[in-house]
Nanobody, 125 residues
Framework: QLVESGGGSVQAGGSLRLSCALS????????MGWFRQAPGKEREGVAA???????KYAASVEGRFTISKDNSKNILTLQMTNLKSEDTATYFC??????????????????????WGPGTQVTVS
């Protein structure tokens, strides 16, 4: 089970930190990712980490967002800085316990993931 937290409203240029807690499993070896969906748009990959720890970011967030995985606490985080209005969306955490070896696959393949959180809203004004 995945549960996201940390969403909220922030002004442009501000920062937010999203967390995703995994229960019933361990993060180790999971393929993990953050995805977002804005109203009227398709869900898209934001940042992902493959089973070997390699990460991949969407071009739109490169340099502003940082994904990290704390295996000891079973938490995946997304640190978001210099937020823009176009970052407004519902953010979802996803995990695939069978793992993945390619960060490109981890970011680009939504169908890879078997577990999804309910999402947390991020609004940037």
């Amino acid at each position: 089970q995945l549960v996201e937290s940390g969403g909220g409203s922030v002004q442009a240029g501000g920062s937010l930190r999203l967390s995703c807690a995994l229960s019933g499993n361990t993060l180790t070896d999971n393929c993990m990712g953050w995805f977002r969906q804005a109203p009227g748009k398709e869900r898209e990959g934001v940042a992902a980490v493959a089973s070997d720890g390699r990460v991949k970011y969407a071009a739109s967030v490169e340099g502003r967002f940082t994904i990290s995985k704390d295996n000891s606490k079973n938490i995946l985080t997304l640190q978001m800085t210099n937020l823009k209005s176009e970052d407004t969306a519902t953010y979802f955490c996803a995990a695939e316990p069978t793992g993945c070896m390619s960060p490109v696959q981890a970011l680009g393949s939504l169908s890879l993931y078997g577990n999804w959180g309910p999402g947390t809203q991020v609004t940037v004004s």
